[in-house]
């Protein structure tokens, strides 16, 4: 199975860069050159209630993020580059960073650090917190590989080919660069064994899973409909990928696909999205598994080997004329998580919040209630594997601070 992936991925390489290079060398690019610098600073104020007692540092104001951008062009290749830093999490991290060219006046392709065509794009949400997708790596992920994007008329299609995540940054003070480790921008699959510092998250008799995203192909098509007040876009996504345990030599496989939809009609916009997922992988030992870990800022967390996520978003625009306050998106966004496995409880998310854009400031202000949600509990990283039954709702009260620039 590790040779039949190495040939396929070995052959998609091969006939990308000859497609690539022909495309080269009989065009020329009339586009002018240029290299735009860009960037962000933002800052979280959050009062959380999670249970078990108050205490001072249930409210914090922290640092969320600092990062540079750029995007760049010259003789028609062009480059999108994102950094990012977070004090909060003591690291640091590539989010994105491709190199593009335009094949033709309606194809594209992408080489690097790319965003994968999953479900909505570009986001599947309107809040901070994105939509349930986002924690088990559905929603704004980021993968390294080969993304060609053509567009006819109304339809828009999407195939890519990701021989492993994003580099990761570092992850508890130390270096984690590479595959594994838990710093890194979007959710993905990591090692964890006992031995890493992130190994904390193991049970006394629990045997590791140094397991890896392997050579993943996604495929995303839509379909824009235009009428009256707006537009409606509709679609599905595949995705398909290997998971290679190292301990036992044993490549297992993850599957996705979604229906999705985004509709505007005025200042409404809908988002509405169904997604499912299912894992065969082992642990070190070869033994099949009913979670897997997956990690990105923080710890690693189990997350249910076979669920499906229902998430819905609405939104409302209104434009303001109040000096440097230009506009308040209203909305509310839904997530539930129905795990297949047995005696597996669900999972739920919801954010109710407004955000306001003054000048180059871009401020949401969430209400994000979760029940067995992996960020949103006292006890941080469970919920997604077998979760409580009866489980409260805790609720984070959160403002997002962030100047663009």
Not at 24 to 39: I, R
Not at 209 to 216: C, T
Not at 374 to 387: H, I, M, Q, Y
């Amino acid at each position: 199975m590790n040779h039949l992936y190495a040939r396929i991925a070995g052959l998609c390489a091969i006939l990308i860069a000859i497609t690539s290079f022909a495309t080269l060398t009989a065009q020329n690019s009339a586009e002018d050159d240029y290299v735009e610098f860009g960037g962000a600073l933002r800052y979280n104020f959050y009062h959380t209630d999670y249970g078990g007692g108050t205490s001072p540092n249930d409210t914090q104001f922290t640092m969320d993020t600092w990062r540079l951008n750029v995007v760049a062009q010259h003789s028609g290749v062009g480059l999108n580059f994102e950094y990012r830093f977070y004090p909060t999490f003591n690291t640091h991290f590539l989010k994105q960073g491709w190199i593009d060219y335009m094949l033709s006046d309606r194809t594209e392709l992408q080489v690097g650090v790319t965003q994968v065509p999953f479900g909505n794009l570009p986001y599947n949400s309107h809040n901070w917190w994105f939509q349930g997708a986002y924690y088990v790596g559905l929603e704004d992920d980021h993968d390294t590989g080969f993304k060609l994007i053509h567009t006819r008329e109304n339809w828009d299609l999407m195939v890519a080919y990701f021989i492993q995540p994003e580099p990761g940054g570092p992850a508890h003070g130390i270096g984690s660069y590479g595959i594994g480790g838990p710093g890194r921008y979007s959710y993905d699959i990591i090692p964890v064994t006992s031995s890493q510092p992130w190994g904390g998250v193991l049970g006394p008799n629990e045997t590791g899973q140094s397991n890896q995203e392997k050579n993943q192909f996604n495929l995303r098509s839509t379909y824009t409909l235009g009428h009256a007040g707006g537009e409606t876009n509709i679609g599905g996504s595949l995705q398909y990928g290997g998971i290679y345990n190292s301990a036992a030599d044993e490549t297992g496989n993850r599957t996705a696909w979604a229906l999705h939809t985004n509709v505007t009609y005025g200042n409404w916009n809908l988002l509405a999205q169904y997604s499912w997922l299912s894992h065969d992988v082992v642990d070190d030992l070869g033994n099949g598994v009913d979670y897997v870990y997956m990690a990105a800022y923080g710890d690693a967390y189990p997350v249910a080997t076979d669920l499906s996520i229902a998430s819905i978003g609405l939104a409302y625009s209104l434009d303001v004329n109040a000096g440097p306050l230009s506009n308040l998106q209203f909305y509310n966004n839904y997530s539930y998580f129905d795990k297949r496995e047995s005696g597996f409880e669900t999972s739920h998310q919801n954010v109710l919040g407004v955000l306001a854009t003054v000048g180059n400031i871009y401020a949401y202000f969430d209400i994000a209630s979760g029940v067995n949600h992996p960020w949103l509990n006292g006890s941080f990283g469970s919920g997604l594997d077998r979760g409580v039954s009866g489980a409260r709702m805790n609720t984070r009260f959160n403002i997002n601070i962030g100047y663009y620039f």
